[in-house]
């Protein structure tokens, strides 16, 4: 969000720049959007295919 409204004003930032900026500025928050994100399991089958789950909303994975 803050990348694209610095490149929306014409300047260009690195990502890791922007991010760096925004731990030194606020952590706090940036901690907190971390225990927000979405845990991923870790999986080890033998093919692309050869797992699937269905999730408790009925969504296929």
């Known amino acids: 969000m803050v990348q694209g409204h610095?490149?929306?004003l014409g300047h260009g930032v690195q990502r890791q720049c922007v991010a760096d900026?925004?731990?030194r500025v606020d952590e706090a928050a940036v901690a907190m959007?971390?225990?927000d994100s979405i845990?991923?399991?870790v999986c080890n089958v033998a093919g692309?295919?050869?797992?699937?789950?269905?999730?408790s909303d009925g969504?296929?994975?």
């Open 6 to 8: 610095l490149q929306s």
């Open 21 to 23: 900026s925004l731990i």
């Open 33 to 35: 959007r971390w225990c």
């Open 39 to 41: 845990r991923r399991r």
């Open 48 to 55: 692309s295919n050869s797992l699937w789950h269905i999730e």
């Open 59 to 61: 969504n296929h994975k």
